[in-house]
């Protein structure tokens, strides 16, 4: 699916995000379309892979439902395979971002000398990919259309962005959601490394939202052979979007301005969709069955499903 044109009664909005097209019904309730579209360094790429929406939609669906004794969620509904319908609620405009090793966007920053990221000392000694002496909470600001932006702990109260209440409500979250996460890629032979929650508000009642330890909001390793690989100063094996990350940089894109996405091949496309299927049967131990499901029929299961919400 790679975009949705449904004509929903009692709707009240519409928002066409990156990779999600999200009717607001009633200003209560949210119907979120998880297309094929695929970002990387917040640019929406030309070209849609198949499946994707329908792994990443279903993935969050059974970590939801796995952490929802944690903190409450937004899913009220699944109806499809792409498709959640949830609690519209008041979005806090930071998104959590947890790391449990030094990779990625921390490695980067740790390699160029520094060793502050958010507000946050990185001790020194450390390789790529080693486990930080515990967890770290690096926010960023959301931003609907562009980068989002590193931001601290310190900047996030100081500009009232979060109330204190509030912010630490949210670590004490971030930090249980991670540590469950982790547990439950344990039992898949996986070490959940990095990801990011985000979290919304109805009255008093603070909402875990979107989506939770999908391949595109989080980063994996296989457990088996971390610690020789890091013995021998190897890279690790990887279940995560950074695969397509490391694709389009190799062929000289980072999102800056002037520079143009390399042509993505049917053969590319096609081994995109592999790897998202390979990650979400890895993750969770579940067979993928492609579901394929009209515009008309999806339509005609979404009003169904919200005359009984």
Known sequence: MLGSNFQVP???AFYKGKVRDVYTIDDKLMVMVVSDRISAFDVVLPRPIPYKGQVLNQVAAIML???????????????????TIGLKCETFPVEMVVRGNL??????????????L?????????????????????????????????????????????????YEKLEKYTLALFERGKELAAKRGLILVDTKYEFGKIGDTIYVIDEIHTPDSSRYFYAEGYEEKQKNGEPQKQLSKEFVREWLMKNGFQGKDGQQVPEMTDEFVSSV????????????????????????DAEKKIIE???TL
Not at 65 to 83: C, F, G, H, R
Not at 276 to 288: D, M, P, R, S, V
Request: one cysteine or more; charged letters at 30%; hydrophobic letters at 30%.
């Open 118 to 166: 958010c507000g946050v000392t990185m001790p020194e000694g450390l390789n790529e990919n080693d486990f930080f002496p515990s967890p770290i909470i690096t926010p960023t600001t959301k931003a609907h259309e562009g980068h989002d932006e590193d931001i601290s702990r310190e900047e996030i109260l100081a500009r009232g962005i979060v109330s204190k209440e509030d």
């Open 65 to 83: 439902e796995a952490t929802k004794d944690i903190v409450p969620n937004w899913v009220k509904a699944v109806p499809l395979p792409s498709v």
């Open 273 to 296: 969709s592999e790897r998202y299927i390979e990650l979400f049967e890895n993750i969770t131990g579940q067979k993928f069955v492609k579901e394929d499901v009209s515009q008309a």
């Open 10 to 12: 009692g709707q009240t």
């Open 305 to 307: 499903t919200l005359k």
């Open 103 to 116: 990779t990625g966007h921390a490695w980067r920053t740790y390699k160029s000398g520094k060793r502050q």
